[in-house]
């Protein structure tokens, strides 16, 4: 079951051309060795505006797409 969620969370959607993983956390993973959790001090940052980039410019580019469709 596991690589099936997999397959699905990272298929391109053909309305907004992005993977709902990759909407999601912003990249599109190769492997499912790129979802192994990486060591607290490297995915922990105190600093919040780093935890968001460029999620509003994939969001517009998402609406975008959606537009296109309809």
């Keep these: 079951m596991p690589f099936i969620e997999f397959a699905y969370n ?7 051309h992005y993977s709902p993983f990759e ?3 912003g990249f ?3 492997t499912p060795l790129d979802l ?3 060591p607290v001090d490297e995915r922990v940052s105190l600093n919040g ?3 968001n980039t ?4 994939l969001t517009c580019k ?3 797409q959606i537009e296109k469709k309809k």
């Design 49 to 51: 505006n780093k935890k």
């Design 36 to 38: 192994i959790p990486l």
């Design 62 to 64: 998402i609406q975008q």
């Design 10 to 16: 990272s298929s391109v959607d053909s309305t907004t």
């Design 23 to 25: 909407i999601g956390y």
């Design 28 to 30: 599109n993973p190769l």
């Design 54 to 57: 460029g999620g509003e410019g």
